[in-house]
Each structure stands twice: as C-alpha cells, then as structure tokens.
C-alpha cells in the first residue's frame, strides 16, 4: 500500500509480512476500524490511496516493484522516489502500536532486507526527500542556465535560487566583459599568439578570402613566451625584398608587395593581396624554416596584422602545416562585427557564451529565439550565389544571421521586452525574408504571393498549427508580405527599408561600377514597393475566438481589416498583421506552451485545454495564468511577466518538475564542460574549449559532436519547426553512442598508456585532479569516498544521497580498481601517488563514467 498523508513529505508503504509468506488474509484476532480495512485491502492488492500532498505536482509514492520471503530472508525493492535523500523501513507488529524503525535489516540502493521472524509483522517505506531549497537550486541551474558550474552550485545555495531568478530576469543589471565580445577596430594594427608543436618545418601565410591586409613583425621561438628567444623565420620583418631563400609567393598573392605605407615597427611590411582565398602551400606566401622544426618541441608564433580597407575580406592566417601552430587575428566578435566571420565562427562564439556568460537565462533564451523563428545559412547562401563568389556568400549570409541573434540579444537586455518586439526583429530579418521567400515574392498584376511565410507565421511563430486560422487566412496574408525584400544598402541606411541600392564600390574597383559584387555597403531589409499587392485584405474575417478559453478572450472577434495602401504606405500591411497576432490569445497560448516545454517538462500542449474547465490540469492551469500575465502587462506581451509566473509555479519548483527532460546535443556538450569549469587566480579554468570542438561544421557533415548526436546545425536547420525539445527526438542508441564517445575524448587524459587522446572532444579539455584538489582538503585528495562523495555532488545536485548509493558505490569500486593503470596494478587509491598519470586516469575514468550515466542526460 503506498500513501502519501497531508501535510508530511514521508511517502509510505504498508506491507503485511506472514511467518513465510505476504499475508493475504485479514488477521482473525486484529481489531480493525473501516479506515484500516481499506488501508489493509490497498495493500494486499496493490493498489494505493493518495491524500492531498504537500505540494501541488508532487509525484506518486514509491511504487514496491518486488517483495518476496526467501531463505529466511524478508526483502522489500521498490522504483526510485525522485530525489530521495534517505530511505527508511518502519515496523509494527500490530497496527494499533506505534510505529517504529526496523534496525534489523539494511538498505541497500532500492531494496531492504533482513532476517524473517516468527510472527506477523507491518512494515512501512519511508522517503525523506531533498530539501525543496537544493531542489530548485538544481532546478534553476539545469533550466535558466546551461547546467551548473561548481563555482555557480556555491554561489546559488549561498544566495539562493529566489534571488538567482531575479538575477537572471534582469540580465541588463548583470555585469558581463567576455574577450569573446571585445571588438578591435580597423583602425590600428591588431597583435596576435599561438603556441603548440612543431608538425612542419613549412610556414604559410595567406589571406582566407579575396581581398588586402597588411602583416608585420612575423616571429617563431622556442619555447611558450611571444618573442623570447631566436626568431626562426627570415625576414619576418620585411625590411628586405621577398626572395625565394625567404619567402615563395603563390600566384594567387603574386600582387603582394613590400610596403612602406604602413609599418607596425620598422621601415616596411607586407602588403597582402589576394585574387582568391588560401588554404595551403600553393595558395599561400610561404617559407621553409630552417633547420627543421622538432614535432616534440614547443614553439610560439607571433606577428601583427592590419586589416584591410575592404570590408569584405577575408582574416589573415599565419600556420605550419599541418596541424600544428595556426594564428588568426581578431576575436570572433570582431570578425562578426566586420562581416569577416563564417558560419563555425557565429556557432562558436554562440557555444562560448553559453559556456562562459554570466548572463545564462538570456543565453537560454537567445537560443530559444534562434530554434523557434527558425532561418538557414545554406539557403541565405545559395541566394547571394547569383552575386558573388563561394567564399563571400558564406560570410555575407553569416552576417545576416548574427545580425538578427545581436538585434534578439538587444531586445532581451529591455526589462519591457515584449513577444511583438521579438516578432517585428524576425519579420524585418533579411535572413526570415530569405529563408521563406518573401524576398521575391509578388502581389503586383497577376502575381500570386508567394504563401510560405504567411504559413510559418501563424503555424509556427505564433497560433501554433490548427489553432484558430485556415488556408483562406494564410492566402489572403501572403499578400501583405509582397515588397518585402533585401537588398545592399548604404552603411548609414541599415534600417532604412525604403533606400535605395548604394552606389558605393569597394575600394581597388575600376570598372563594373554597378555589379553588386564590386559594392559596398550591407544586406538589409528593404521594401520595394512596386511588388506590393495593394488591395485591401481580410484576414480571420467573421472569426471569434472560441469559448474554450474562456474570459476575457472568448467571443472576442479578431477579424483583420487592411485598407487599400499604395506606394511606401504598404509597408504598413505587413507591421499590421505582426502586432495584431502577437497578442492574440492563440499566439499567448501556443508560446506560453513553448516556454512551459523549454523550462518545465515537455508534455504541455496548445489547441486543447479547456480553461473553463473544472477539473484543467495543472498543466493547463499554468498555460492560464502565463496568459494571463501576458495579457494584463503594459504593454502586453512582457517576456519576463510570462517567464515570472512560470518560475513561481509548483510544477516547475517542486520535486515532480525535477529531472523531467532530455538535454539536447548542446545542452549535453555545455554542460558537461560547465560541470567541471573552476576558475584558477589567474582567471583561467579547470575546463574550457574553444566552441569551435563542439559545433558542427558548415558543410554538415556531422563531424563535430552537435552534428554526431543527433545532426544539430547551428543556424542552418532546414525545417522551420525548430529543433525539438522531446527526449525522444535525441534519444537513441546511436546518439546515445556519440554522448558516450563525446565524453571519453572529453575526459580522455592527454597520453596515457601510449594511447593518444581522441579527437572526438577536439581542443575542449578537463582537469578534474586539479578541480578536486582546488576544492577537497589534501587529506582527502587519496579518499575514494571522499572524491566520489565530491564529484556525485556537483554533476547531481538536484539528487538525493539515498538515490545516489548505487553510483557511489560503483564510484568507489571504479577508483579503487587498478586494472586499467599503466602498468596494471592491484594499489586501492588509497596507495596511489596523487601527482601520478595513474591517479590522474582513474580520476578521469571516474568522472567520465558518471557524465555517461542516464542521470546526466536528464535536466
């Protein structure tokens, strides 16, 4: 019998124990009242009768799966109670005597035994959880956050999870100085490092795209400090001519030149010009050093670059080949800001801020944004095809889509942000128009408007699909989108959609003054009013809002009326549609329903509830009142006021929201780094990486982790319905295989055992031995319970010790097991040299196994 009283967190079972089997016979000679009967046949069939719980969402009791009476031995095994701190079993011989602690027997994971005794016996499972406090401090840090840090678990349960939500609702008020963000100028020359091993005695030097750059003060020296030592390359300055002992100009940079114009030190420096982008020795300026490099030695590169005048070229890249020492300069925010960025650029500097911000509820968001108003680099590619060449159309459309995640990101920072001001930044996004083909489409003479984005808006940005529209609504809207358009304009009219083409070309341009590959300016939204359809239009006509939702929507109609408009007035259809489905209460609906999936569990629906309905389910329930919130807000349609209620309510704060969803390929990947990422006093971590490992790569390959574990495409998803938050989209056991293999190479120490580590994790790294011993006493650094105990604390903060006995003790096993060590050996780790490769691995091993277990895929 399972029971759940008012009022106590304790969920019980009450089991009747006879001499050698369970008691299926009401005791002759006990004296029961009705309500004890009723308990008594609950248990016997196996049924349960639940009270009124503490909280509202609380899960079900424990349900017993196995008892049995074998050997002399009484055993009791029961499913998991979420987040179950401490399992006790209770025992009365009569049900009229109190209850008291069975000290006979033992608990053991989810099951209890001890000896059978003459006589009958009553026997209850008691459930201690975790505290509701640690609770939705795990709850906030897998929810408003990419997972937990160490760093982060501390500060939360010192502050609390309240006051973290408040955090995090305002992130404007979060101080926030990422280098990924810091923006170098065209105005000065920008300086540049990079350390690894010699794996070729060849230096290239090349520009990645057509275009002009300068470059000065090129030096290679043993050792891991810039410029300390023997410069190894000849004429890095360039004070001299190039000649073949120093340097081979391919002919793709045959017009670079030495150049007295621009120097960083010295006389002179290298004048880059490229006809075409570079990639290795025949594309490249390029040296070999002499005498040859050692593959074992460490070496630093340094030079100093100068960007060039046109806006469209590509970085400089100074490398050994193959795989060895690679400088590139600018950070990733500066390469985005000019435009000089491709699409694994964006990708990894969207991965760094989710591992490395402060601000993580508006990363969280800002991701949720990128999946549900969903565009693609490849087709925003493939359009400027008929203008420019492979190389440009990749940055251009990468510049687009960083564009419209810089406009979300601004948006979010305002404490009135609302659901209208996100829609209007998709609607004007040249990225949106491209990808659903507003950007040719017509209404003008006989042209039939093209539907696509009409269809998405309401099917997929707002009402949700079948939710209070139908085809005839769609046709009709397709119409208000004819003009809506991109096209290259002047700089200074960036979101001026009514100037015209510039006229401006890039510098070095002497003829085909009008080809728009030869000007320059930027991508923008632009209205051509000519392919208006300038008709008047009716939208929902005669449609009310039905009465499931119930006051103060229902029986409202919400028929649109647009006028006839012509010449720039057109514009306005579109800006009309856009504000008058961006607080309808469909629209309220179907996003509540998104962010209830994103930040609760993932069985919410849209289109069904009744929320006149008495007996509405708490699901439907919290739906209500997001909607409400959204609808009395000034103005309407407050993100954070949504957000709000949802964060308060019970499903999201008590233990049946804890653990309810399936991280995506992302969230698994950042937060695994994020779990083990400490800061060092000289502000660098136990576990970073450089995005780029992670994400995967632009031609879609699915090499990199993202693509492995479920084909995950940063800002190139083909479909617009967005990348789903169901487990069971990401769940299978080969993306389950591509996790494991991704946390294996993650965890996977640098050379162990003449084994090299794989490169599934790329140049993403972890140091648990150093975290460990940042946060546990040296006392405890050669404690198998004591570092098991440490590491279960910080990857599950949102389980219960009792929950977690069967992963400490294969934790323990696993560090005290030395048949993996090199050489084998039988040393507990209690006997291992703490500093050793050994200990290290075994460490390593530990924390790998608890990263690949189910509990880590959950949040």
């Known amino acids: 019998m399972l029971l759940f009283s008012a009022g106590s967190n304790a969920a019980r079972?009450?089991?009747?124990?006879?001499?050698h089997a369970i008691t299926r016979e009401l005791p002759k000679a006990c004296s029961m009242t009705a309500q004890r009967f009723l308990t008594y046949l609950a248990a016997v069939s196996s049924t349960a009768l639940f009270c009124n719980s503490s909280w509202a969402g609380d899960p079900p009791a424990p349900l017993i799966n196995i008892t049995t009476t074998t050997n002399g031995q009484k055993r009791i095994d029961w499913i998991p109670y979420p987040a179950a701190q401490q399992y006790r079993i209770?025992?009365?011989d009569d049900l009229t005597q109190p209850w008291v602690e069975d000290a006979s027997g033992n608990v053991t994971g989810f099951d209890w035994t001890a000896p059978l005794t003459v006589g009958q016996s009553f026997h209850r499972l008691e459930v201690l959880p975790l505290s509701s406090d640690d609770l939705l401090v795990a709850n906030v840090l897998n929810r408003l956050a990419y997972g937990q840090t160490p760093e982060e678990l501390e500060r939360v349960r010192a502050m609390g999870a309240d006051n973290y939500i408040k955090e995090q609702l305002a992130p404007e008020s979060i101080y926030e100085n990422l280098s990924i963000d810091v923006v170098n100028t065209n105005g000065g020359w920008q300086y540049v490092t990079a350390t690894g091993t010699g794996s070729s005695s060849t230096l290239y030097v090349y520009l990645t795209q057509a275009g002009e750059a300068y470059i000065d003060d090129i030096k290679l020296v043993v050792g891991t400090v810039a410029e300390s030592g023997v410069n190894l390359v000849r004429n890095g300055g360039f004070e001299a001519p190039l000649a073949t002992n120093d340097w081979t100009v391919s002919s793709n940079h045959i017009e670079s030149a030495i150049s007295t114009a621009q120097q960083h030190s010295g006389n002179a420096s290298l004048h880059l010009v490229a006809s075409s982008g570079g990639t290795t020795r025949d594309s490249s300026i390029w040296q070999t050093i002499t005498p040859a490099l050692s593959t074992s030695q460490t070496y630093t590169l340094s030079f100093w670059f100068l960007p060039g005048s046109n806006t469209v070229s590509g970085d400089v890249t100074v490398r050994l080949s193959g795989s060895g020492i690679v400088g590139t300069p600018g950070t990733l925010a500066t390469r985005l800001v000019q435009g000089r960025a491709s699409i694994d650029d964006l990708r990894a500097w969207h991965v760094l801020h989710a591992v490395r911000s402060k601000r993580q509820l508006l990363e969280v968001l800002d991701q949720f944004l990128e999946n549900h108003f969903v565009t693609q680099y490849s087709k925003s590619s493939d359009y400027f095809d008929i203008y420019y060449d492979g190389g440009i159309r990749g940055l251009l459309a990468t510049q687009l889509e960083f564009k419209e995640n810089q406009r979300w990101r601004q948006a979010l920072l305002n404490p009135q942000c609302t659901f209208y001001d996100l829609l209007r930044i998709s609607a004007?996004?040249?990225?949106?128009?491209?990808?659903?083909d507003t950007v040719n489409s017509k209404g003008n003479g006989?042209?039939?408007a093209n539907e696509n984005y009409a269809r998405e808006l309401l099917e997929l940005f707002t009402f949700g699909v079948d939710n209070g529209y139908d085809q005839n609504d769609i046709t009709v809207m397709s119409r208000a989108w004819t003009g809506w358009s991109v096209n290259i304009l002047d700089y200074t009219n960036e979101y001026n959609p009514f100037a015209l083409r510039t006229t401006k070309v890039l510098p070095g341009v002497t003829n085909n003054f009008n080809s728009v590959s030869n000007l320059a300016g930027v991508w923008s939204f632009q209205y051509k009013q000519a392919n208006h359809n300038t008709s008047s239009k009716t939208i929902f006509p005669g449609k009310t809002v039905p009465a499931r939702f119930g006051p103060p929507y229902a029986g409202r109609n919400y028929q649109l009326a647009l006028p006839s408009r012509t010449g720039t007035n057109g514009i306005a259809d579109g800006y009309d549609v856009i504000a008058h489905l961006a607080n309808q209460p469909f629209t309220q609906e179907y996003i509540s329903v998104k962010l209830c999936r994103l930040f609760v569990h993932e069985d919410f629906v849209h289109?069904?509830?009744?929320?006149?309905?008495?007996?509405?389910?708490p699901e439907g329930q919290l739906i209500r009142q997001c909607m409400m919130a959204w609808e009395g807000g000034t103005p309407k349609g407050q993100v954070r006021d949504v957000l709000r209620v949802i964060f308060n309510s019970d499903l999201f704060r008590t233990h049946s929201g804890s653990m309810q969803k399936v991280k995506t390929p992302l969230e698994y990947t950042v937060s695994a780094i994020r779990a083990l990422r400490y800061s060092y006093t000289n502000n660098t971590f136990t576990a970073d990486t450089d995005g780029y490992a992670l994400v995967s790569s632009a031609s879609g390959s699915g090499a990199t982790p993202l693509g492995r574990m479920g084909a995950m495409f940063l800002f190139d998803r083909a479909e617009p319905n967005g990348y789903p938050e169901a487990g069971s989209s990401w769940i299978s056991a080969g993306t389950l295989a591509e996790r494991l293999r991704f946390i294996q190479a993650l965890l996977h120490p640098s050379n162990f055992s003449g084994v090299t580590r794989p490169t599934d994790a790329g140049t993403s790294t972890v140091n648990p031995v150093a975290l460990?011993?940042?946060?546990?006493?040296?006392a405890s650094w050669n404690d198998a319970g004591a570092v098991a105990d440490y590491f279960l604390g910080i990857l599950f903060p949102g389980e219960g010790a009792a929950n977690l006995d069967v992963y400490r003790t294969a934790a323990i096993n696993y560090l005290n097991d030395g048949s993996a060590d090199s050489p084998a050996s039988t040393t507990p780790f209690s006997g291992l040299n703490?500093?050793?490769?050994?200990?290290d691995a075994r460490v390593r091993g530990l924390v790998a196994m608890l990263m690949t277990s189910p509990r880590f895929q959950e949040q």
Do not use: H, W
Request: charged share 10%; net charge positive.
């Open 13 to 19: 079972m009450v089991l009747v124990f006879g001499c």
């Open 90 to 92: 209770f025992r009365a």
């Open 428 to 436: 004007e996004s040249p990225a949106m128009i491209i990808y659903l």
């Open 446 to 448: 006989s042209n039939i």
């Open 607 to 617: 289109g069904m509830y009744d929320y006149t309905a008495q007996n509405l389910s």
């Open 772 to 778: 460990l011993k940042l946060k546990l006493s040296g």
């Open 834 to 839: 703490n500093a050793s490769a050994n200990y």
